[in-house]
């Protein structure tokens, strides 16, 4: 077994960069994924003083107001 050539340095640099490309990638998605369930996360779905009429209670869906109304609280 002789010295190594440049090429086969080529192609170890070349692997190296291709892992550490798709280790990158997956972390990238992984805390994009992280940062858009914390921004989602607010008051669970449920019955809640209607915002223009404290008097009665409004449905909320999790992401916003529902038609579904109710007189009590």
Do not use: C, F, K
Not at 53 to 58: D, E, G, I, L, V
């Amino acid at each position: 077994m002789g010295a190594v050539s440049w090429w086969h340095w080529l192609i170890l640099l070349v692997v190296i960069a291709v892992i550490a490309a798709v280790v990158g990638g997956i972390v990238l998605v992984a805390r994009s994924a992280s940062a858009a369930q914390r921004t989602q996360a607010g008051p669970p779905p449920g019955w809640y003083p209607d915002p223009g009429n404290p008097a009665r209670s409004r449905y909320w869906d999790g992401m916003r107001w529902t038609g579904h109304e109710s007189s009590g609280p």
